[in-house]
Structures are given as structure tokens and as C-alpha cells.
């Protein structure tokens, strides 16, 4: 009876229908599967909208495609690296002119970063301690995030009007500051205009991040480091900071990229003609292919702009990654 029973529980543990691992096989490859397979409509969206247009581009910057290819591109004659080579000629008009917008958006988007990464900080680092109305505040500190980019900018425009805009009435007729109006949408107060706008609209982001950022630092640390009789800056210095610093390698990043790739400000402030002051590289490669229909040295510049993105993000991230990994081990 006994040897009985342990021939059938022997049959059956050999049996297909009773071992577990076949079964759980099928399972097991449909829940590694289904997180890939929800993410390919999301990849299929994502090449159709950035890698096709892309890789059409690349291809239309060794084309000599004018206005009058338009209808066909694809006829257009092969240039090869004529419109690289006339992109990155300073010594000619329109390298130097590229060469200038380069400069000009170098300077505006380190200005821009810097502040908003300061403003940023300084506010969220205020926003930790408690008070009546920190809510509000934190609301009202958003707002310039949340406005669509259009009503905001053209908010903007209206008070750097010459003669009746909010900026200079405040400057000259209350504080006078200034000895007559300025002229804040040409000339060189043009890139302060556009500076200011920038910086408006982009250090909430950064008061945003970094508040969160700072979600994660224990209160213990600075409960001791006061006891220890560190002040307000030592505890943001040895503390704050040092805490932050992943959280502010993908926000200067980050910035840096927005901010540099800005066309929306630029071109909703100035309109297609930018002022020499605030030509700024989006802009510019714009100007080159809508404007005098040149598309195959527009897309050159296009894509000689994604090589130093490219190269700027790549060089940014081994720098970073290679000062926190004494840290991290």
C-alpha cells in the first residue's frame, strides 16, 4: 500500500499537468513582455515625431535645397559638405554672422541658467521653514511656470513698450533711474529684455526641483550642525548643497538645454527679425531657412547645433558623473 502511494505521488510530480515550472515559463515571459509592449506605442509616437523628421534633416543639409525644390526636395541637387563648410567659414558673411549668434546665445544661456538656478535655490531654501501664507507663496512662486509661453512673453512685451509699457513708467517717471525711456525691444537692451523674460519663466522650474530636492534631506543633519553651532550658510554649504548635487546635475542640464533651444521667447518678442543683440542661434537657423528659403544650410546649421549639444551634454555628464563617484563608493 505504501510503496502504491508513492508510485502515484511519483507519477504525478513527473506528470505535465502537475510541474509548475512549464506553466510558470508562459507567465513569466508575458510579464517581462507587457511593460515593452505598453511602452511601443509611446516608441513608435516617438520615432515618428523626432527620429524621422531628424534623419530627414540630416539628409536635406547635404542638399542645395532652395525655394525652388520645395515641391519635390527630393530632386533638389546633392551639395555634400558645401553647406557645413559655408556654416563654419567665419571669415564669411554668413559664418560670421552664425559665429556672432553662437556667441550671443553662449552668454544669454549661462546668464540665464545661473540666475534661475540662484533664484531658484535661494527661494526654495526659504520655503523649508514654516510660516503663515508658505502655501500661497509656493503657489504664486509656480505661476510664471504655469502660464502658456505665448501670454506670458506677449505680457512682456507690453510693459517694455517705449512709451507706454510698465517697465519704464517704474524706471523713469517713479524711480528715475534712467534719463529718458529706453528702448528695451531693439538695440542692445534687447538682450536684457530677452534675459529678464528667460529668467522669469525659468527659475520656477528650478524652485520646483530643488524644493523636492530637498524633501529628502533628513532635518536631523541640520538639527545637529546647529547644536554644533554651525550658522545658516555653513549648514547650507556643508548640508544643503552637497545633498543636492544629482538633484542639480539634471537641472543645470536640463536648463541649459531649454534654455539654449529656445525659440518660442525669442521669436514671439522680436518676431522673425531678432535684434543683432538677442540673435540667438534658434533664431538665427530660422531666419537661414524660412526667411531667405535656404533649407539645406538652415538644416546644416540644425544639425551642427545637435553635435555641440551632443558634445557639451556628453562632456557635462563624464565631468559630473566622475566628481560624485568617490562619493557614491
Not at 17 to 40: E, M, S, W
Not at 95 to 115: D, M, P, Q, Y
Not at 230 to 258: C, D, E, H, K, Y
Request: proline share 5%.
Amino acid at each position: 500500500m505504501t510503496t502504491t502511494v508513492t508510485e502515484q505521488a511519483t507519477v504525478r510530480k513527473k506528470s505535465p499537468g502537475a510541474a509548475d515550472g512549464p506553466r510558470r515559463r508562459p507567465g513569466r515571459i508575458r510579464r517581462i513582455g507587457l511593460p515593452y509592449l505598453l511602452l511601443l506605442p509611446a516608441l513608435i509616437l516617438e520615432l515618428l515625431v523626432h527620429l524621422v523628421p531628424m534623419a530627414v534633416g540630416i539628409v536635406m543639409s547635404f542638399k542645395e535645397l532652395t525655394q525652388f525644390y520645395i515641391r519635390d526636395w527630393g530632386t533638389a541637387p546633392w551639395a555634400g559638405l558645401d553647406n557645413y563648410s559655408m556654416s563654419v567659414d567665419f571669415d564669411a558673411p554668413v559664418g560670421e554672422a552664425l559665429l556672432h549668434s553662437f556667441l550671443v546665445t553662449v552668454a544669454f544661456t549661462l546668464l540665464s541658467v545661473g540666475l534661475c538656478w540662484l533664484i531658484g535655490t535661494a527661494a526654495a531654501i526659504f520655503m523649508q521653514d514654516t510660516f503663515r501664507g508658505r502655501g500661497l507663496l509656493r503657489a504664486l512662486f509656480l505661476v510664471p511656470y504655469a502660464l502658456p509661453v505665448y501670454a506670458a512673453v506677449i505680457t512682456w512685451v507690453f510693459m517694455f513698450q517705449h512709451d507706454n509699457g510698465l517697465v519704464n513708467h517704474v524706471l523713469h517717471d517713479q524711480l528715475h533711474l534712467t534719463d529718458k525711456p529706453s528702448f528695451w525691444l531693439i538695440g542692445d537692451n534687447s538682450f536684457y529684455a530677452l534675459l529678464t523674460v528667460s529668467v522669469w519663466k525659468g527659475w520656477p522650474f528650478a524652485f520646483l526641483i530643488v524644493m523636492a530636492g530637498l524633501q529628502n534631506i533628513p532635518r536631523e543633519l541640520y538639527e545637529a550642525a546647529a547644536l554644533d553651532g554651525a550658522g545658516v550658510w555653513q549648514q547650507i554649504r556643508r548640508i544643503t548643497l552637497p545633498s543636492l548635487s544629482a538633484v542639480n546635475q539634471v537641472l543645470v542640464l536640463v536648463l541649459f538645454l531649454w534654455t539654449f533651444n529656445d525659440f518660442n521667447t525669442p521669436y514671439v518678442m522680436f518676431g522673425k527679425a531678432a535684434p543683432e543683440a538677442a540673435d540667438l542661434v534658434s533664431v538665427h537657423i530660422y531666419q537661414a531657412s524660412f526667411v531667405t528659403w535656404n533649407f539645406g544650410a538652415g538644416s546644416a546649421m540644425s544639425v551642427l547645433l545637435l553635435l555641440f549639444l551632443l558634445i557639451v551634454t556628453g562632456v557635462y555628464l563624464a565631468v559630473t558623473s566622475r566628481g560624485r563617484r568617490p562619493a557614491d563608493a
